[in-house]
């Protein structure tokens, strides 16, 4: 069953994420983008898809993320330093940067 992750900002509801399990395949790429918080952009990288699609989500969060603070990106580009391997890493982070 599939979460509504409007409300969930990520300081009030980190406790919510310690409780549950979430498929992340269960939101679509549109839905992720429209809300547009911290844990729609992890949800939507953390998809799976294919290098290149991959990519491309991570250029859409670093452009169309508009709501999300120099922090909270800056928090991304760091948890996507630690799960992307070369050699797409650094093609990545300097998206998010």
Partial sequence: MKKDIHHIHDKTYRSFF???LINVNDYSKKDLVTIQNTISAIFLL???VDSKEFVDRAALVATQFSLLSKEHKLKIK???DHIIKEPIR???IDLIE
């Fill in 18 to 20: 310690e409780n549950i």
């Fill in 46 to 48: 953390d998809q799976k």
């Fill in 78 to 80: 760091d948890w996507l």
């Fill in 90 to 92: 650094q093609v990545v």
